[in-house]
């Protein structure tokens, strides 16, 4: 069969692009040198038959109607807000910071009249705020700073967070209430049936065919495609010509645990001052799946293996403008993705942002774009471009 889109890797950014090039009448073939579909927000049951996600715990959250709307064709939802703790000691806190974070903490009596003279009395105010340091350090000083931020973000990253950009941090905001929510955002749900069932039917359309196990680069000569999207490490693309470029990895380790209905009260614990991982997480808080076991996984940082973060510092920001001026030379190839555009993006992110590369795509390959289509929008949330020509 004529392929005229061959799309490279099968998770969010990957199965997008091939679900709307589909719609519109084109012939794709979609390719993941992984043997299963979704990429890292792949999620499978383990062999206790509890629900789990391999590459670590996804929770599903955005402020897009548009992208909740569009992945809904996909899926139904099992609504669900994340809840997160951190050790301090002996005590288990919640992440944001609070003013029960620092009632607890101090043993002290705060409430949303006084919290915020609390800040500004511990706070080192900095200008400008070029780090992940400057971040903390801003908004609640010291030694919140050292208790929950300084020794989880040196083993997350390998990095202080003097090093890392600001971006790293400000994921994490400080609140000056009692929500104790991970995210606050309209619409946090998982998928009902998880979300491989979810990429299951984005990629069963008539004009996609989906190759697992076959990598990219061995394969390439075999293919004739009018178009190349990209979904895997942009340096990768270039054989690393010019130095590899920073990702960071984990090693997820999975334990299950018989007759122990729960493990932990929320789903994910973070420690950020012991032990080598950063955080454990309790799938059955977040899929609702009832089950007389419980499966968790902690994670390990490191540098080497699978690439699954890239590293927010100016340096790699500038390695990455020369891989990215290359790309934009590319006439047939379009790199889209958390790797192939080297951004922190959450999964609606990627959703938005694989949407806009499909509309490039059809616009290079002639066809026409309904002006009320999906990627004809801005995207909230895709705040890089997509690398597109001009
Ligand atoms: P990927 O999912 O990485 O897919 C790229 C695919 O390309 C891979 O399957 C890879 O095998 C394939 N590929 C690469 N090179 C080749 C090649 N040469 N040939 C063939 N195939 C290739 N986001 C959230 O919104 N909420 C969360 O709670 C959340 N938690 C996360 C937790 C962890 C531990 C991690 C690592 C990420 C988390 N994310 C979360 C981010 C989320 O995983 C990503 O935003 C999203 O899955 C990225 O999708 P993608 O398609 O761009 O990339
Ligand atoms: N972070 C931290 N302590 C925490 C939670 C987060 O220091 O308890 C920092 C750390 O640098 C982390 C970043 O904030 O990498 C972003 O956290 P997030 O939970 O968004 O990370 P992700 O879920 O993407 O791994």
Not at 123 to 129: L, M, V, W
Not at 214 to 223: G, K, P, T, Y
Request: glycine share 8%.
């Amino acid at each position: 069969m004529k392929t005229d889109v061959l799309v490279v890797g099968a998770g969010f950014s990957g199965a997008v692009v091939a679900e709307q090039l589909a719609g519109r009448g084109l012939n794709v073939l979609v390719v993941d040198r992984r043997d299963h579909i979704g990429g890292n927000a792949h999620d499978r049951h383990d062999a206790h038959g509890v629900l789990i996600h391999p590459y670590g715990p996804h929770i599903f959250h955005t402020n897009s109607q548009r992208i909740f709307d569009y992945l809904s064709q996909f899926t139904s939802w099992r609504p669900y807000e994340h809840r997160v703790l951190a050790r301090a000691g002996e005590l288990l806190l919640p992440i944001p910071i609070n003013i029960d974070t620092v009632n607890r903490l101090y043993g002290l009596d705060l409430d949303e009249r006084t919290i915020q003279a609390f800040f500004d009395g511990v706070r080192e105010p900095r200008h400008p705020i070029r780090t992940s340091e400057d971040v903390v350090l801003n908004a609640v000083g010291r030694d919140l700073y050292e208790r929950f931020f300084r020794g989880y973000t040196r083993k997350q990253w390998g990095l202080d967070p003097s090093e890392l950009a600001a971006s790293v941090a400000a994921r994490v905001p400080t609140r000056v209430n009692r929500d104790d929510r991970y995210f606050t955002d309209t619409f946090q749900a998982m998928p009902l049936e998880g979300y491989t069932a979810l990429f299951s039917r984005l990629l069963d359309q008539p004009g996609i065919r989906l190759e697992l196990g076959v990598d990219f680069f061995r394969m390439r000569q075999r293919i004739k495609a009018s178009h190349i999207v990209f979904t895997g490490p942009v340096d990768a693309y270039y054989a690393q010509c010019y130095g590899a470029l920073p990702y960071r990895s984990i090693r997820f380790e999975h334990e299950h645990l018989q007759d122990t209905a729960q493990y932990q009260s929320v789903g994910t614990i973070n420690y950020p001052t012991d032990f080598d991982y950063t955080r454990i997480t309790e799938f059955k808080h977040v899929t609702g799946q009832v089950h007389s076991g419980t499966s968790i996984v902690r994670e390990f940082p490191q540098a080497e293996g699978e690439p699954y973060y890239p590293v927010p510092r100016p340096e790699n920001e500038a390695l990455f403008k020369r891989y990215e001026a290359l790309a934009l030379k590319e006439r047939d190839v379009t790199f889209v993705g958390r790797l192939a555009q080297y951004r922190y993006y959450n999964m609606d992110q990627c959703v938005g942002a694989a949407m806009k590369a499909a509309e490039y795509v059809l616009q290079k390959l002639g066809r026409r774009v309904a002006p009320d289509s999906p990627g004809a929008q801005p995207v909230p949330g895709a705040d890089a471009p997509v690398i597109l020509r001009p």
